[in-house]
C-alpha cells in the first residue's frame, strides 16, 4: 500500500467519544472534560475531536470506566473510587479516607511514581488514566441533627460513596447509595440522616441546607480526591505519540484547573451558605480519631489480602509521612498566621 | 500572492528563543521551561520548538523580561518582581509580602481574573505572560544568629531578593542583593548575617546550613510566588491561535508540574538538612505582625501614588480575605488532624 503522507500520519483526524460520570449541572467537575476537549481540539486544529456526554446519556455514570475498558466510548472521566466494589485498588489513587491533600497526592501522581503504579494496576483492566481533577478537601456533608460523639454514628443512616462507607460501617453507620438527585427529598423526610456531596459550591446547589442544617468538616475520606481521564487503553497506544503527548499535557492543565476553579468558588459559596443558615460545626477530635483508627484497620486488612491496593497504599503512606512533616512547617505556620489576620478582620 | 496551504498555515515551523532567569543547577525553577519546550514540540511534531537558555547565556538573568519586551528572545522564564525596581506593579502577580498562597493565588490567576489583569498591565511593557511555575511557601532563610525579637532585625545584613527587602527596610534589616553563587561565601565570612533562597530542596544545594545554621520559617514574602511565562506581545499575537492556544494549555500543565515537584522533593531535603544540622526556628508572632504591618504600611503608599499597583493589589486583597475564610475550614482542619498523626508517629 501506498505510505501515506508524513504530515497525515501525525495529525490524523481522530474522534473520540468521552462517557463523563457527572451531570451538567456539575460545571466544575463536568465542565473538565469540556475543557480537556476544546484544548485538544484547539492545538490540533480540530483534527483531535472529543465528544463529551454527560452521565447516563450513552452510559450510566458509574459504568464510565467499564464503558471506557470495553472500548465502548475511548474515554471517560470518573472516580477510582467509584470502582472499589470490584477491587479497592481502585480507589486509592483516587481518595481514601486519612490520605494526601490536594497538593500531596499531586506531588505522589506526577513525581512519586503514583501515575505509573496506577497505570500497573489498571492495564489489566484495559485502561490508562491520568489525573483530571481535583476538589480539594471535601467537606463532611450535611447532618440533620448534630453530632458530638462517636455514639451519635451509631445507626446514622448517611447517603455517602464510594469506599469511605467501608470504613463507616465500622463504627456503625448506614451507608446509603443515593444518586444526586434523590438526595434532597430523601434528607427531608428523614428516610435518611445526613450526606455528604463536594463542597459548598457544589453543595449550595442541591440546597442541603434548608433540610440538614448542620455542615460538618473536614470530609476526611476525601482529603483530595483525584477525579481521572481514563482512556481505552488500545486506543490511546494507537495514537501517534504528538497526541498522546498532547494528551497527557492537557490532562495535567485540567487536572490543575479545577481546583483552581474550586478554590475561586467555594469561598463565595461557603459565605452564601452561611448567610441562608448552613451551621458550621467541626467533628470532634474524639471522632476524627475513632474514624482514623478504623480506616487503619480497614488498610491493614486490604494491605494483607490485596496485593495491588498494598502496592499503592504503601507508596502514598510512605509520602505522606514525608509530607506532613514538611507542610507542617513552612505552610502551615504561613496560613495559620494569615488566618488569624482573617479571623481579626485584617485582611 | 498566492495562498499557503491551509496545513501550513495552521501548523508552520515556528522557532522561538527563550532565555531563564535562573541557572541550570536549580533544576525545578529552570527545568520548567525545558519542560515547556518539550511539551510544545511534542505536541507540534516539531514544528515549534523552543530553544531554552539559562540565566546569563544570552542574556542576564535580572533582563529577562526586557529581552522578551525588546524581540531580541521571543519568551523568558522569570518572576515578575525582579522588575519591581520599574515598578511595584510587576510584583503583585508573582510575589509581594502576606500575598496568597499557591492554591490562593492559582484560584486568582485562572478564575480571579489574574491572568487578564497582569496582562493589562504587562501590554504596556509589549509582553503577554502566564503562570509558569510556584514553589509553595518559601522558608524564611538561614541566619547565623538566633531571631528573637523585632530589635534583632535592626541592622541585619540580610541577602533578600525584590520587593521584600522595601518592606524589611522599614523594620531596619538591610538589604543586600548578591547573586546566588556569591551568597555562601558572603555569609561564610559574616559579610552578610543571613540569606533567604527558595525552600529545603534548593536551599540544600548550596549548603548554607554549614554557615547560617537557624533555618527561619515561613518566608513571609513568598507565600506562593508564581514564576512567569513572558512572551513577546507581537511574536505571541503573531502565533496560529492554535499554537497561541496549547501555549496557554502547557504554560498551565508546566504552573503545575513545578510545584508538584517542589512538594515532592522539600520533604526529603527537609530531613537531609536537619540531619546535617540545620536548626528549625519558627519566626515569633511578634516579628510576623511587625513585618505585616510594615508590608500594610508600603501597600496603603502605592495604592495611593500607583494606579496599576492598586488594581491588582486590590484584586488580590479582595479575595484574599474570602481565600483564608475558606481555607480554614476543611483544609485547615484536614491538614491539622493529620500534623498530629504525623508528629504521634501515627502515619
Known amino acids: 500500500s501506498l505510505a501515506a503522507p508524513a504530515i497525515a500520519q501525525s495529525a490524523p483526524k481522530v474522534t473520540w467519544r468521552l462517557t463523563s460520570s457527572f451531570p451538567k449541572s456539575l460545571d466544575t467537575i463536568y465542565g473538565a472534560a469540556d475543557v480537556l476537549a476544546k484544548r485538544i481540539s484547539e492545538a490540533t486544529d480540530g483534527n483531535f475531536q472529543i465528544q463529551v456526554f454527560a452521565g447516563g446519556e450513552i452510559v450510566p455514570g458509574l459504568q464510565a470506566a467499564d464503558a471506557a475498558a470495553a472500548g465502548t466510548v475511548e474515554a471517560c472521566h470518573t472516580v477510582g473510587y467509584y470502582y472499589w466494589g470490584k477491587d479497592p485498588a481502585w480507589a486509592v489513587a483516587a481518595a481514601v479516607p486519612f490520605s494526601l491533600s490536594a497538593r500531596g497526592i499531586n506531588a505522589w501522581h506526577y513525581h512519586g511514581g503514583g501515575i505509573d503504579l496506577y497505570n500497573e494496576f489498571l492495564a489489566k483492566q484495559g485502561l490508562v ?3 483530571g481533577g481535583n476538589t480539594g478537601v ?11 460523639t462517636v455514639e451519635d454514628l451509631k445507626g446514622l443512616k448517611m447517603r455517602v460513596g464510594g469506599f469511605a462507607g467501608k470504613v463507616m460501617e465500622k463504627l456503625g453507620l448506614v451507608p446509603q447509595q443515593i444518586a444526586g ?8 423526610k428523614g428516610t435518611i440522616d445526613a450526606t455528604e456531596w463536594v463542597g459548598p459550591y457544589d453543595d449550595e446547589k442541591l440546597g442541603f441546607y434548608k433540610v440538614a442544617p448542620y455542615y460538618y468538616y473536614p470530609g476526611w475520606w476525601e482529603g483530595g480526591p483525584t477525579v481521572h481521564f481514563m482512556f481505552n487503553k488500545a486506543a490511546y497506544e494507537a495514537l501517534p505519540a504528538g497526541y498522546q503527548s498532547l494528551l497527557r499535557t492537557a490532562c495535567q492543565s485540567v487536572d490543575a484547573n479545577m481546583l483552581q476553579m474550586y478554590d475561586y468558588l467555594n469561598p463565595k459559596a461557603l459565605k452564601s451558605l452561611v448567610a441562608n443558615g448552613a451551621q458550621l460545626r467541626p467533628f470532634s477530635p ?4 475513632a474514624c482514623f483508627t478504623a480506616a487503619n484497620e480497614v488498610y491493614a486488612e486490604l494491605e494483607a489480602s490485596n496485593a495491588d491496593f498494598a502496592k499503592l497504599w504503601q507508596s502514598i503512606k510512605t509520602f505522606r509521612a514525608e509530607n506532613y512533616l514538611w507542610t507542617q512547617v513552612a505552610e502551615y ?6 488566618m488569624i489576620q482573617q479571623r481579626n478582620g485584617a485582611l
Open 286 to 289: 474524639e471522632i476524627l480519631q
Open 138 to 148: 471535601q467537606m463532611g456533608g450535611w447532618f440533620r441533627k448534630e453530632i458530638n
Open 333 to 338: 505556620n504561613y496560613d495559620t498566621f494569615m
Open 129 to 131: 488514566a491520568f489525573p
Open 181 to 188: 438527585g434523590d438526595i434532597y427529598p430523601a434528607l427531608e
